[in-house]
């Protein structure tokens, strides 16, 4: 059947692993896309496109294992690499969270040519089975840096379909942006703008675009822009957060934390260069250094959650977490008391555990589309929690007023920032997190995506 809704993304709603018997088990993800879809039913025939991550997904798909709703594309795994590993994840995602080295990277010579053309055929792939599968006239949302070439590829090939792209980073300064050679800019930049309208996080990163537009190919064309602000989703992680998963692991939590007096300073992130946890806890070491009367009465919860371990500069970046929370812990640490309680194996309950229990919250991005954790705590806080956030958070622009804002490079900063939270009085911590809460929910991911499919009509 040709669906009239389509949704198409890297990675998708589900991953399958293999079991002994040669069937498979499914894993369902959650996020703001996976509920945003649930706003249009299950009956309204939508679609959600999306690659094979794994050999077991590909081997899932090769044996016509799959979920309603959803076509996972087997794309050769050599051509996935290349283009998640080499262009998505090593060169768009570092030019929009400025994170080259510049003196010696990035360098744009053959193997960047070749992998740019894996990523050539990988969003052909796409723009195929999206044209395959799309009824006459059907919307199709297409997601993030992955599938920047799609949208101008599916209109060549089919140019009934409204067309839409959203992207959940920021996008780079000029300068920055016009790093990559010329061609591949503008091949870039005409690709989005193949669709009818692109949506961004925030009207920082809109402009952006703009910018490079008008620099690089001279305008965005007829081609429409909107902010649409993911807000957190209330109702689900308010029901999530009080099962008895969460209270059992809040009660581990307060077991390591050791004493009920003791103040918690929590962080969650995928182990992520953009995330800025290195800083993060030599601006913690700081706080124990310069605020002596810390010492002991403080623990900094830190859930860093393994990503994209394909690639060495993550890998390096895991062990730095480690060594760094290792290196405070035998500093500062006594027999009764853990500084750092640093966790990496990914435990949804127990990050809603560590929200509903902290007494500050630590997002300090280097740069970040949006950061849904600052969005999230603030809502299933149990006693109101403080927020110390980085102003190169997408969130910052909704939520600043009420955080503790940091410039997310200034370490001596970042400590007084976390001095100033712990130290704020319990009624103003419990009143700010009212309003956190208010801001960070005003456009839940159900009406984030109806918004978007209701602006591609008008
Ligand atoms: C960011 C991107 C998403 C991506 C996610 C996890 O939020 O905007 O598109 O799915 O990171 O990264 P991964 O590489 O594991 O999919």
Same mark, same amino acid.
């Given at each position: 059947?040709?669906?009239?809704?389509?949704?198409?993304?890297?990675?998708?709603?589900?991953?399958?692993?293999?079991?002994?018997?040669?069937?498979?088990?499914?894993?369902?993800?959650?996020?703001?896309?996976?509920? @945003?879809?649930?706003? *249009?039913?299950?009956?309204?025939?939508?679609?959600?496109?999306?690659?094979?991550?794994?050999?077991?997904?590909?081997?899932?798909?090769?044996?016509?294992?799959?979920?309603?709703?959803?076509?996972?594309?087997?794309?050769?795994?050599?051509? /996935?690499?290349? &283009?998640?590993?080499?262009?998505?994840?090593?060169?768009?995602?570092?030019?929009?969270?400025?994170?080259?080295?510049?003196?010696? +990277?990035?360098?744009? @010579?053959?193997?960047?040519?070749?992998?740019?053309?894996?990523?050539?055929?990988?969003?052909?792939?796409?723009?195929?089975?999206?044209? &395959?599968?799309?009824?006459?006239?059907?919307?199709?949302?297409?997601?993030?840096?992955?599938?920047?070439?799609?949208?101008?590829?599916?209109?060549?090939?089919?140019?009934?379909?409204?067309?839409?792209?959203?992207?959940?980073?920021?996008?780079?300064?000029?300068?920055?942006?016009?790093?990559?050679?010329?061609?591949?800019?503008?091949?870039?930049? /005409?690709?989005?703008?193949?669709?009818?309208?692109?949506?961004?996080? =925030?009207?920082?990163?809109?402009?952006?675009?703009?910018?490079?537009?008008?620099?690089?190919?001279?305008?965005?064309?007829?081609?429409? *822009?909107? %902010?649409?602000?993911?807000?957190?989703?209330?109702?689900?992680?308010?029901?999530?957060?009080?099962?008895?998963?969460?209270?059992?692991?809040?009660?581990?939590?307060? +077991?390591?934390?050791?004493?009920?007096?003791?103040?918690?300073?929590?962080?969650?992130?995928?182990?992520?260069?953009?995330?800025?946890?290195?800083?993060?806890? /030599?601006?913690?070491?700081?706080?124990?250094?310069?605020?002596?009367?810390?010492?002991?009465?403080?623990?900094? *919860?830190?859930?860093?959650?393994?990503?994209?371990?394909?690639?060495?500069?993550?890998?390096?970046?895991?062990?730095?977490?480690?060594? %760094?929370?290792?290196?405070?812990?035998?500093?500062?640490?006594?027999?009764?008391? =853990?500084?750092?309680?640093?966790?990496?194996?990914?435990?949804?309950?127990?990050?809603?555990?560590?929200?509903?229990?902290?007494?500050?919250?630590?997002?300090?991005?280097?740069?970040?589309?949006?950061?849904?954790?600052?969005?999230?705590?603030?809502?299933?806080?149990?006693?109101?929690?403080?927020?110390?956030?980085?102003?190169?958070?997408?969130?910052?622009?909704?939520?600043?007023?009420?955080?503790?804002?940091?410039?997310?490079?200034? %370490?001596?900063?970042?400590?007084?920032?976390?001095?100033?939270?712990?130290?704020?009085?319990?009624?103003?911590?419990?009143?700010?997190?009212?309003?956190?809460?208010?801001? &960070?929910?005003?456009?839940?991911?159900?009406?984030?995506?109806?918004?978007?499919?209701?602006?591609?009509?008008?």
């Amino acid at each position: 059947m040709a669906a009239p809704i389509l949704v198409a993304s890297n990675r998708g709603p589900v991953s399958y692993s293999a079991r002994e018997d040669g069937t498979f088990d499914t894993k369902r993800g959650g996020g703001g896309l996976v509920s @945003g879809l649930s706003a *249009i039913g299950p009956d309204a025939g939508a679609l959600w496109v999306c690659s094979a991550l794994s050999d077991d997904d590909r081997e899932a798909v090769r044996r016509g294992v799959a979920e309603p709703g959803v076509r996972m594309l087997d794309i050769d795994a050599a051509v /996935h690499a290349d &283009a998640y590993n080499g262009i998505a994840n090593s060169v768009l995602w570092f030019v929009h969270h400025l994170l080259y080295q510049t003196p010696l +990277e990035p360098v744009f @010579g053959t193997e960047f040519r070749r992998q740019w053309a894996a990523y050539e055929n990988y969003n052909r792939a796409f723009a195929e089975a999206l044209a &395959a599968e799309a009824a006459p006239g059907a919307a199709v949302l297409v997601q993030d840096y992955h599938l920047a070439l799609v949208p101008g590829m599916l209109r060549a090939l089919r140019d009934d379909l409204r067309i839409g792209h959203f992207s959940h980073t920021p996008w780079a300064p000029v300068d920055y942006f016009r790093m990559l050679p010329d061609d591949i800019a503008e091949q870039l930049l /005409h690709g989005m703008l193949g669709a009818d309208r692109l949506g961004f996080l =925030t009207r920082r990163w809109a402009d952006a675009f703009e910018a490079c537009c008008a620099a690089v190919v001279g305008g965005t064309g007829g081609t429409r *822009i909107g %902010v649409h602000g993911l807000g957190a989703d209330a109702d689900f992680l308010r029901e999530r957060a009080h099962r008895d998963d969460v209270d059992e692991r809040m009660a581990a939590l307060r +077991e390591q934390i050791g004493g009920p007096e003791r103040r918690t300073v929590v962080r969650v992130d995928r182990t992520e260069l953009s995330k800025n946890i290195v800083r993060g806890l /030599h601006a913690y070491r700081q706080l124990l250094e310069d605020r002596p009367e810390w010492r002991e009465r403080v623990v900094h *919860i830190a859930f860093a959650y393994p990503s994209r371990q394909d690639l060495a500069v993550y890998r390096d970046y895991t062990a730095e977490v480690a060594r %760094v929370a290792d290196d405070i812990n035998s500093t500062f640490g006594t027999p009764g008391w =853990t500084p750092v309680i640093l966790h990496v194996k990914d435990d949804f309950a127990r990050s809603l555990a560590a929200y509903r229990l902290a007494d500050v919250a630590l997002v300090n991005p280097i740069r970040d589309g949006m950061n849904l954790v600052a969005k999230e705590v603030p809502v299933v806080s149990d006693e109101g929690c403080a927020l110390v956030l980085s102003r190169e958070a997408g969130a910052y622009e909704e939520l600043g007023e009420d955080a503790v804002v940091v410039n997310p490079y200034d %370490v001596t900063g970042t400590a007084a920032a976390l001095h100033t939270a712990l130290c704020m009085p319990q009624d103003e911590r419990a009143e700010r997190t009212k309003r956190l809460a208010a801001a &960070a929910t005003a456009l839940p991911p159900e009406q984030w995506f109806l918004e978007q499919l209701r602006a591609l009509d008008d």
